[in-house]
């Protein structure tokens, strides 16, 4: 019986997880700049214009989001002078609470409050960072976090 129901969990587990998506799915979010929520959309995920992208994702009530903010900034710098794109998404969370915590970066983010596309990355936690290739597939990906940007440039290949 034991047996059957472990054997059942892990075929149900692997099927879950073959049915990610290896790349990520375009999804247009609302842009946020300033103090103000704009109405144009912005493309996150699918094909970038550079060989590699990063998408990073955080919420308003993560801790570890909110120790991670200034080393998500220092990376976004130094990739953005490298010609890399990075995408900072902030949602699931109270649009108050979102656009209230996007005022901490030094770039315009994305914002994702019903948290929908989180759930159409099938992230599994946040912080998130999805580093995609030109076709916007996914080449390197990771919940959590490391405080230096190089240690989290060694870990996501970028």
Same mark, same amino acid.
């Given at each position: 019986?034991?047996?059957?129901?472990?054997?059942?969990?892990? /075929?149900?587990?692997?099927?879950?997880?073959?049915?990610?998506?290896?790349?990520?799915? +375009?999804?247009?979010?609302? +842009?946020?700049?300033?103090?103000?929520?704009? +109405?144009?959309? /912005?493309? /996150?995920?699918?094909?970038?214009?550079?060989?590699?992208?990063?998408?990073?994702?955080?919420?308003?009530?993560?801790?570890?989001?909110?120790?991670?903010?200034?080393?998500?900034? #220092?990376?976004?710098? %130094?990739?953005?002078? %490298?010609?890399?794109?990075?995408?900072?998404?902030?949602?699931? #969370?109270?649009?108050?609470?979102?656009?209230?915590?996007?005022?901490?970066?030094?770039?315009?983010?994305?914002?994702?409050?019903?948290?929908?596309?989180?759930?159409?990355?099938?992230?599994?936690?946040?912080?998130?960072?999805?580093?995609?290739?030109?076709?916007?597939?996914?080449?390197?990906?990771?919940?959590?976090?490391?405080?230096?940007?190089?240690?989290?440039?060694?870990?996501?290949?970028?």
């Amino acid at each position: 019986m034991n047996r059957t129901l472990i054997a059942l969990l892990i /075929v149900g587990l692997l099927g879950w997880l073959i049915s990610l998506p290896s790349d990520l799915p +375009q999804a247009y979010l609302d +842009q946020y700049k300033g103090a103000r929520l704009t +109405q144009e959309g /912005v493309s /996150v995920g699918g094909a970038c214009e550079s060989d590699k992208c990063l998408v990073v994702y955080v919420a308003p009530w993560c801790p570890a989001c909110k120790s991670l903010t200034p080393m998500i900034n #220092d990376l976004s710098a %130094e990739l953005d002078k %490298e010609g890399i794109k990075a995408s900072i998404v902030i949602g699931k #969370d109270s649009m108050d609470n979102v656009l209230d915590y996007s005022k901490r970066f030094n770039q315009k983010v994305l914002i994702d409050s019903s948290g929908r596309y989180f759930n159409e990355i099938g992230a599994k936690g946040v912080p998130y960072f999805a580093v995609t290739n030109q076709s916007g597939k996914r080449i390197e990906e990771m919940s959590g976090g490391y405080r230096e940007v190089r240690h989290m440039r060694e870990q996501l290949g970028i």
